[in-house]
Each structure stands twice: as structure tokens, then as C-alpha cells.
């Protein structure tokens, strides 16, 4: 399967706005859908927002409207634009992706922390 890599994270003041991509070690034309979950400390692994290869957006309710996914199949990554973050955005997020022809749950990246603080 896909080999997932994620960049962008780091310390960020509230209402920052950083971007995260993922880049894919392969092209992702025929993966159904990437996407990025995040963990925050003591916490499970959460959704933040998914993309299918046809458009169909999936995005949590505390990040819609700050939160903008988007994919480059010429480039094989999918990115993440974060406005306005808040303390609670803290977390590590990961990049994720599914080809629903693949055996089992999909591929995941490392992570990359993002932390917000003051």
C-alpha cells in the first residue's frame, strides 16, 4: 500500500493558520479517499476531514468552516489549510489514505505534531 508522509506541523500561536500536506509515495488517482485524523493527548484518534476521489467532502463539525481539505493527483498530496486555530486544535494530525480495492483499514502516515500556544 501507499507510503504516507506529512509536513507542516509545529508550534503555532491561536489564530494562526498553517498548512499541512501529505505526500504519497505513489500516485493517488485510483485511492478513493485521503484524508487527515488527528489525536490529542489522552484522546482518540479523531476525524478532522476526508476527501473522495469523486469530491464528496466529509469535514468535523469543529473544524468546518476553519478547516480546508483539498488533493493534487498530479502531485500525489493532499493538503490540509487550518484557520483560526484554537488551543483544542492541538494535536497530532495524520494523513490517510483508502483504496477501497485494498485489503484491510487503509494506509497512515507518521504524524506531524501541530501545537497551539501562546
Known amino acids: 500500500q501507499v507510503q504516507l508522509v506529512e509536513s507542516g506541523g509545529g508550534l503555532v500561536q491561536p489564530g494562526g493558520s498553517p498548512r499541512l500536506s501529505c505526500t504519497a509515495s505513489?500516485?493517488?488517482?485510483?485511492?478513493?479517499?485521503m484524508g487527515w485524523y488527528r489525536q490529542a493527548p489522552g484522546r482518540q484518534r479523531e476525524l478532522v476531514a476526508t476527501l473522495a476521489s469523486g469530491g464528496w467532502t466529509n469535514i468535523a463539525d469543529s473544524v468546518k468552516g476553519r478547516f480546508t481539505i483539498a488533493r493534487d493527483n498530479a502531485k500525489n498530496t493532499v493538503s490540509l489549510q487550518m484557520n483560526s486555530l484554537k488551543p483544542e486544535d492541538t494535536g497530532i494530525y495524520y494523513c490517510?489514505?483508502?483504496?477501497?480495492?485494498?485489503?484491510?483499514?487503509?494506509?497512515w502516515g507518521q504524524g506531524t505534531q501541530v501545537t497551539v500556544s501562546s
Open positions: 505513489e500516485s493517488i488517482s485510483s485511492i478513493d479517499i
Open positions: 490517510y489514505a483508502k483504496a477501497f480495492s485494498w485489503t484491510g483499514n487503509g494506509s
